[in-house]
């Protein structure tokens, strides 16, 4: 089994920024891709970026592309979300997650693995 554990989220201002950390722990052997996903106030959950287990970038959203990053460090089994020029769209709970099988999808469906969120807040 696996356990992911978020942290960084926070109440930000428009135009701030934030570090979303993930970290792993259990069978962490056995992870492949991790990626960060999130859900604003009756919305449905939306992909947000996602990176394999060798560091290629799986992709972002359209709405994060160019402020947002995403990172990994294996040796300390934990991936990262870097927020930059944050906006308050980006306002919601961040999830991060991770699968076993490495297929690089952007489909929730796809992580088996996840943690239970942090909440990013960004006033206006």
């Known amino acids: 089994q696996v356990q992911l554990v978020e942290s960084g989220g926070g109440l930000v201002q428009a135009g701030g920024s934030l570090r979303l950390s993930c970290a792993a722990s259990g069978r962490t052997s056995s992870i492949y891709d991790m990626g960060w996903y999130r859900q604003a106030p009756e919305k449905e959950r939306e992909f947000v970026a996602a990176i394999g287990r060798s560091g290629g970038i799986i992709g972002y959203t359209d709405s994060v592309k160019g402020r947002f990053t995403i990172s990994r460090d294996n040796a300390k089994s934990t991936v990262y979300l870097q927020m930059n020029s944050l906006k308050p769209e980006d306002t919601a709970v961040y999830y991060c997650?991770?699968?076993?099988?490495?297929?690089?999808?952007?489909?929730?469906?796809?992580?088996?693995?996840w943690g239970q969120g942090t909440q990013v807040t960004v006033s206006s």
């Open positions: 997650a991770a699968n076993r099988d490495g297929l690089g999808s952007r489909n929730a469906r796809g992580y088996g693995y």
